[in-house]
């Protein structure tokens, strides 16, 4: 009785190993949630006074995860639910809540002055620094950021409000933009990316 030899070409057997090596040894990138700008050539730097009077810039912060947003203490939404939400992200975190600084840069230089500043960011948490210069320095570091404000009338004796971008820029411990987080993102999200950035 004739035995048909049914051979598999050399070649397949090769790429069969190789397919079955690069599954065995594959392991899942993480991602990060938030909106990656990592080499964006803007949002290079600041150069703004802290609560306490202190001159800063990004460098100040090297070797910190840094969490940088816009806003105004006279903000009724969207700047405390941020402010909140980051401060619930760097209490998730720990004792490494330590290496993350959250930095809250005033666009209203003629109402949020360093005393009401310095009452308002230990709402949220005593270590976020909250950051302002003059109209000329409040446009400038806007501008760097890519970050629109606009003075809207309200037409009563609350003044104005501000229109303004909402979001949260990231920053690694190496001083280098990273990513966009959004103004709603949950708390889960921001800590899944802190974590990230610390590694």
Not at 10 to 24: D, F, K, N, P
Not at 34 to 55: E, K, S, W, Y
Not at 61 to 84: E, M, N, Q, W
């Amino acid at each position: 009785m004739h035995k048909e030899n049914f051979a598999y070409p050399w070649w397949l057997a090769i790429l069969l190993v190789i397919w079955l090596a690069g599954c065995l040894n594959r392991t899942e990138v993480p991602q990060f949630r938030g909106t990656d700008i990592g080499g964006a050539a803007f949002a290079r730097d600041f150069h703004l006074a802290d609560q306490n009077g202190r001159m800063r810039s990004l460098g100040d912060f090297r070797g910190k995860v840094v969490l940088l947003t816009f806003g105004y203490t006279h903000c009724p939404d969207v700047c405390p639910t941020t402010l909140a939400n980051l401060a619930a992200a760097v209490a998730s975190l720990g004792e490494k809540g330590k290496q993350v600084q959250v930095l809250f840069v005033t666009l209203d230089p003629a109402r949020d002055k360093p005393a009401l500043l310095a009452q308002y960011m230990p709402f949220f948490n005593r270590d976020f620094l909250a950051l302002y210069g003059d109209e000329r320095e409040t446009s400038a570091a806007a501008a760097e950021f890519h970050v629109y404000y606009q003075k809207q009338d309200l037409g009563s004796a609350a003044g104005y409000a501000l229109d303004h971008s909402a979001g949260i820029f990231a920053f690694d411990p190496a001083g280098r933009l990273r990513l966009h987080i959004a103004y709603d993102s949950n708390v889960d999200d921001i800590v899944h990316d802190v974590r990230l950035l610390m590694n």
